[in-house]
C-alpha cells in the first residue's frame, strides 16, 4: 500500500510505486535514488533522509537544535518551500510537497 502522505509517486521507467521503496531498481536496471521523501501532518511536515547525501545536507544547512522524530526533521510548513528548493539546488531528488 503506497504511502498517502507521499502521494502517488511511481517509476518513470516500469511504473512501481516509490513510496514503498525509494531504492527500486527497475526491470531494465536503471536504479532510481530518492533522497528525501517530504509528509505533511497538518502542523508540521517530516522531511525523512533515505540516503548519506541527505543526511549530510541537513547537517550542513539545519541549525543544530532542529528537532528530529523517528529520523526525519521537523519542519514548520512555512519552512518547507525553502528547504525543498535547496536540496533541489543542491541536486537530491526531493518527493511530497
Not at 525523512?48 to 526533521?73: K, N, V
Not at 514548520?76 to 533541489?88: A, K, N, S, W
Request: charged letters at 15%.
Amino acid at each position: 500500500m503506497s504511502n498517502p502522505k507521499l502521494g502517488n509517486l511511481a517509476c518513470g521507467v516500469c511504473g512501481a510505486d516509490m513510496a514503498l521503496n525509494p531504492f527500486h531498481a527497475c526491470p531494465s536496471q536503471e536504479k532510481i535514488v530518492l533522497d528525501v521523501a517530504f509528509e505533511d501532518h497538518g502542523s508540521i511536515w517530516l522531511a525523512r533522509p533515505y540516503t548519506p547525501a541527505a543526511d549530510d545536507w541537513i547537517a550542513e544547512h539545519i541549525p543544530g537544535d532542529a528537532q528530529f522524530f523517528g529520523g526525519a526533521l521537523v519542519i514548520e510548513p512555512r519552512y518547507v518551500p525553502d528547504i525543498v528548493q535547496g536540496m533541489q539546488g543542491d541536486g537530491l531528488t526531493v518527493v511530497g510537497p
